[in-house]
């Protein structure tokens, strides 16, 4: 069975940081976009990061840039968002992501606007951000 589990959220104060990991087992390991997506209650889910596993091809938010990270690891097969100088507007539930198999014109990973190409959810981890 096909599955995506986010672990390291947590709490933290601002200015602090976190790791986001995402493992996606039994997942083919075929090119794809893996993206991370947050969403506050009453407000809508949103698009922070992704990458095409293919190119490496990335995308973020513009109120992350320069703050967050996302990798993947093919053989371990597990996505990461790295979070810096989290501020607490960051705060949120996080959730991992993935499309089904991409090639050739892949814009999935611009989670911001390709967030409906996303067919695989996690759970989603709390990240809390304190001032």
């Not at 087992?25 to 991370?36: E, K, T, V």
């Amino acid at each position: 069975q096909v599955q995506l589990v986010e672990t390291g959220g947590g709490s933290v104060q601002a200015g602090g940081s976190l790791r986001l990991s995402c493992s996606a087992s039994g997942l083919p390991a075929r090119s794809r976009c893996m993206g991370w997506f947050r969403q506050v209650p009453g407000k809508e889910r949103e698009g922070v990061a992704g990458i095409y596993t293919g190119t490496g091809s990335i995308d973020y938010r513009d109120s992350v840039k320069g703050r967050f990270t996302i990798s993947h690891d093919n053989a371990k097969n597990t996505l990461y968002l790295q979070m810096n100088s989290l501020q607490p507007q960051d705060t949120a539930m996080y959730f991992c992501a993935a499309t089904g198999p991409r090639f050739g014109g892949v814009r999935c990973y611009q989670t911001t606007a390709f967030q409906e190409d996303y067919n695989l959810w996690g759970q989603g981890t709390q990240v809390t951000v304190s001032s």
